[in-house]
């Protein structure tokens, strides 16, 4: 922090003397912008580095001359937008891929005495991506409060990065080829967590995030499919949702008979009826009464007695009822045909019309539907032209290396999980806080350790942000994108990986102290500083959990229900996992999002536990039927089954990857193949070419020694040959 600031105001000092930079007017700041990046063109390395630590300063929003956090804020947008407005993002991504291959090239011939790398190793790199994340991070803000040529800026912003800006492709696909290169160790010099946040807050500014952006963009794609738009909105829905009170969901079925006892006994004694019940509950909860049903506890924040959820039925559901009721009552079978009703009793068409009114039909099923249509009628149901949208771009620039980029933030992920066990193979992520030489003091060796902990947490939180947000924007786009981004994240054994995660004291995770406040940007600049003990490391801030935390929590439950949601192959590796005692410890943290993406899982496995399972956790089961969507003709409260029946595992995958695989190779041959064009014949319909004549004009590349004279007499004239043989009919194919 200090080296920047004395760098800005050297250079401040050279162009214009000792006036302060919120003096300068607007032209003058563009000069003296433009001037350090001038500067940072120069070959001389130290005065390069020293010219970037300005325009970092000048990013951090010179906060050498604010007093207070809030002055600090307003400034900051309006130096972030001068920036941009002068080309440092362009400029900088230029400096970064210098600063790469530089880097390379120094640490390639390691010294004997000094086997890891730390800080120093990535000074300057690190300087580029912080200015690059400020810049990124200042655009995803809230545009309200910008100016209108600030929301210009952002909006040419938006569309330069949907574009080829490095090396002619798309900035996320170089950052995500510098990400496979530190996992495969051609580039261990590179600071992770800081390109990691830089790719993340990348997508998020040209694909947009997850909140009400996504929610508008698919009702806007069901309406041009003819489907009415959604129900509700899960995020909304999730924010209405009331707390969960009391203590963990975690109780024995020998505690539950207890209590039964208990109340029963207290009814007994004075007479209380069976609708009123005496229970302590959590002071921080709205007063309930224990009056009404559980539907009504959880509608009450809405004013509303009903479930927070839509029930919805699937196409395949209503198929189904339909078929089997027929086979029942006539003695054969439609399929795909559920308004011929005739000879049914009445009862059955009632409950056909109530399963119609609740019918859902999803982007993914129309997705699917026209696939099949192009599959059987390829010459007639084809496809003219390919969506021009941001997913639609990133996907075709992803393809061929979708699987190095699932596998090394699978990589990146495991080797930041704390129950993960350390091994010498194993990607080192803490260069950029391990310092040249050990901490000699406590205090040091304290903050060192807090450095490691939140480093480690900053990097579980943006690879799943990173996997979430590939794995929704690819569904929204299409579902056999979505589809194979999923296989390829479960044969890299994604499904273990985030239930080994989870093997911890999940509560204590999330309620880690590895942030401090006074060490935080801008705290640690701008006012008076306390100093810096064993006390203040040991308490950390004053929340009691930590959002970064939470917010990775959220998102790797999100993961593992997007994966596993209708395959029954994957719902089966859950419960072979023994997932059901980890997702229950998951339960104590008493929030409704984590409670919820946590009750969808068990729901999923719930009937291949069995019902002596089901018995003992009748508060969990109570807590689905309350908080997760019903779904009709679901039997996963009542069935006993340990495996799907009729279910071949092997053979459902394959199926699936068959159909992907055929959609890539009709949309995007010539990425999986660069030298195809769009629209030409698979490989393995293309006819044999066994013409002479072809084989004769086809270009021979010759080495620079051959010899045609030593080569004729070696290969021609020391054989005998019969040409009247060889020139005649059959021989000529």
């Known amino acids: 922090m200090v080296w920047n600031r004395t760098a800005f105001e050297q250079a401040l000092r050279q162009l214009r003397g000792p006036i302060p930079w919120r003096d300068l007017i607007l032209a003058e700041k563009k000069a003296i912008v433009s001037f350090l990046l001038n500067e940072c063109e120069i070959s001389d390395r130290p005065r390069r580095s020293e010219r970037m630590r300005a325009i970092l300063y000048v990013a951090m929003g010179v906060y050498g001359e604010h007093s207070s956090v809030d002055s600090w804020e307003s400034q900051l947008p309006d130096n972030v937008f001068l920036l941009l407005e002068c080309g440092v993002f362009t400029a900088f991504l230029e400096l970064l891929n210098l600063e790469v291959a530089w880097a390379g090239d120094m ?21 580029i991506l912080n200015v690059l994340n400020l810049i990124t991070e200042v655009c995803t803000c809230d545009l309200l409060t910008h100016t209108d040529h600030q929301r210009q800026l952002n909006d040419q912003f ?20 510098l990400v496979i290169d530190f996992c495969n160790g051609k580039a261990p010099f590179l600071p992770i967590k800081k390109l990691l946040l830089l790719l993340w807050k990348v997508m998020v500014v040209s694909l947009g995030g997850l909140t009400t952006t996504l929610y508008t963009k698919k009702n806007v794609l069901r309406r041009e499919l003819g489907l009415p738009d959604l129900p509700e909105d899960p995020i909304e829905v999730v924010r209405g949702m009331r707390s969960p009170s009391g203590g963990s969901v975690e109780i024995d079925a020998a505690a539950e008979q207890r209590e039964t006892r208990a109340k029963r006994a207290f009814r007994r004694i004075f ?35 009903r479930l927070p959820w839509k029930t919805k039925v699937r196409r395949e559901d209503l198929e189904r009822f339909v078929n089997q009721t027929r086979r029942k009552f006539i003695g054969f079978g439609m399929e795909k045909d559920v308004d011929s009703l005739f000879g ?11 399963l119609k009114q609740n019918l859902y039909i999803s982007l993914a099923e129309k997705q699917v539907d026209r696939e099949e249509l192009i599959r059987k009628f390829p010459l007639t149901q084809g496809e003219t032209e390919l969506p021009n949208t941001p997913q639609e771009r990133l996907y075709q620039a992803m393809l061929p290396i979708m699987p190095q980029c699932s596998i090394s933030l699978l990589k990146i992920l495991l080797a930041a999980t704390p129950t993960a066990k350390s091994k010498n193979d194993a990607i080192n992520l803490l260069i950029d806080v391990m310092p040249d ?7 040091h060796s304290m903050k060192l ?25 690819f569904k929204l786009n299409h579902i056999y994108q979505f589809e194979y981004l999923s296989q390829h994240l479960v044969f890299a054994n994604c499904i273990p990986l985030v239930l080994k995660f989870f093997n911890q004291n999940v ?98 496995q719930a ?44 053979q459902e995958e394959e199926a699936l990857r068959s159909r992907v695989e055929h959609f890539n190779n009709r949309r995007y041959l010539c990425k999986l193949k660069p030298r195809a064009t769009y629209g030409v014949v698979e490989p393995d319909l293309v006819p044999g070419d066994h013409s002479l004549l072809t084989a004769l004009s086809s270009p021979v590349e010759l080495p620079q020694q051959w010899d045609c004279e030593k080569w004729v007499d070696r290969e021609v004239l020391a054989f005998p040959i019969d040409w009247d043989r060889l020139i005649q009919k059959k021989w000529l194919v």
């Open 449 to 473: 350790g807090v450095d490691a902990n939140r480093h480690k947490e900053v990097i579980v939180k943006t690879v799943s942000a990173i996997l979430l947000l590939l794995l929704k924007h």
């Open 437 to 443: 030489e050990l901490p000699i003091t406590v205090v």
């Open 271 to 305: 007479g209380v009826d069976g609708t009123t019940e005496i229970e302590p509950r959590d002071d921080t909860s709205p007063p309930v009464s224990r009056s009404e049903s559980p539907v009504q506890q959880v509608s009450s924040n809405h004013g509303q007695k």
């Open 107 to 127: 640490t390639a011939p390691q010294e004997e005495g000094r086997r890891t790398l730390c800080m120093t190793d990535n000074a300057e790199l690190r300087l």
């Open 158 to 177: 938006t569309r330069d990065l949907g574009k080829p800006m490095l090396d002619d492709e798309l900035l996320v696909i170089s950052l995500f080829r």
């Open 507 to 604: 509560l204590a995770y999330v309620q880690a102290k590895n942030t401090v406040s006074m060490l935080d940007f801008p705290n640690c600049v701008i006012g008076m500083q306390d100093e810096l003990t064993e006390q203040t490391l040991e308490s950390g801030d004053n929340l009691s959990f930590c959002w970064r935390n939470l917010f990775a929590i959220v998102n790797l439950l999100r993961i593992l229900n997007k994966l596993v949601k209708w395959k029954r192959t994957r719902t089966m590796m859950l419960v072979l996992f023994k997932s059901a005692p980890i997702l229950k410890k998951i339960l104590k943290v008493r929030t409704p999002m984590v409670e919820l993406y946590t009750l969808k899982l068990i729901k999923l």
């Open 344 to 354: 049914l009793p009445k009862a059955i068409h009632m409950s056909v019309d109530a």
């Open 607 to 650: 009937k291949y536990l069995g019902r002596n399972w089901r018995k003992n956790h009748m508060r969990i089961v109570s807590a689905i039927y309350c908080k997760v969507r019903h779904r009709l003709h679901d039997d996963w409260a009542f069935a006993n089954e340990t495996e799907p029946a009729g279910c071949d595992f092997q």
